[in-house]
């Protein structure tokens, strides 16, 4: 029981799987949001240089919007598990009698015998910190988030849209010619997009063609709707 005791009190480290989605999310937009910008104006520019311009301004927005909204949502959850910890606090003092109760009752659903799970629950409620991460866990099926995750989770979302948002910004910085540039843009992004989905579908346990073939096709739907709208308007 002590061991148990000290893995409900202990906080998390930030997992692997973390950081895997926040990359994820990152690397998402930003291949898809730039590449359809920069294929946009090339439906209607013949020289590079304003789409280089939009495309750095799109991509450091992004950057900040993204990255902000991590490190908010991050926020939100640390505060999300205070505001329950304080809760589950509040509880205990006010009403012990049925927070005991509600003890042994979730180790009697864990298969503990009524007489045992009494003595158990008593156990737990000698001490009040153990007491409320137990109830946090398992009534709640809350764990604690890191305190320095909603940081991290902004730099990594951020880093990750500025990396995947050059991709389809490179070739118009290489070549001055507008075509040339969404030629070879549409080539190197689709080519990301393709290994970014394979990546991701695998990560995430889909079916790797057809994981690979909606994060393609998300990306190359927008940016021909980009071009193709571009094109009509002007």
């Known amino acids: 029981m002590h061991s148990t005791a000290l893995s409900l009190t202990k906080p998390p480290p930030r997992s692997n799987s973390d950081l895997v989605k926040d990359i994820i999310i990152g690397m998402s937009d930003g291949l898809t949001v730039p590449f359809a910008l920069t294929a946009g104006l ?5 020289t590079t240089h304003l789409i280089i311009v939009s495309g750095l301004s799109e991509i450091a927005a992004g950057c ?7 490190f908010l949502a991050g926020e939100s959850e640390v505060e999300h598990y205070d505001t329950a910890l304080k809760r589950e606090f509040n509880e205990i003092d006010t009403m012990p009698k049925t927070e005991l109760e509600e003890v042994e009752d979730i180790l009697m659903n864990l298969g503990v015998e009524k007489s045992l799970s009494n003595q158990v629950a008593l156990q737990i409620s000698n001490d009040k910190n153990r007491w409320a991460e137990f ?5 709640l099926n809350m764990v604690q988030p890191a305190r320095n995750r ?7 979302i951020a880093l990750a849209y500025l990396a995947g948002g050059f991709i389809p910004l490179f070739p118009y910085i290489l ?3 507008s075509k040339t540039g969404f030629d070879l843009s549409c080539t190197v992004t689709i080519l990301a997009l393709i290994i970014f ?6 990560v995430t346990g889909q079916p ?6 909606k994060v393609a096709s998300i990306g190359i739907i927008a940016a021909g709707a980009a071009y193709l709208l571009a094109r009509a308007v002007s």
């Open 42 to 46: 090339s439906g209607v520019l013949n």
């Open 64 to 70: 900040i919007s993204m990255g902000l909204g991590g």
């Open 135 to 139: 109830m946090m866990k398992l009534e």
């Open 150 to 156: 909603a940081a991290k989770s902004g730099a990594t």
């Open 175 to 177: 070549f001055r010619d």
């Open 197 to 202: 989905g394979y990546i991701k579908s695998k």
């Open 208 to 213: 790797l063609i057809i994981g690979t073939i």
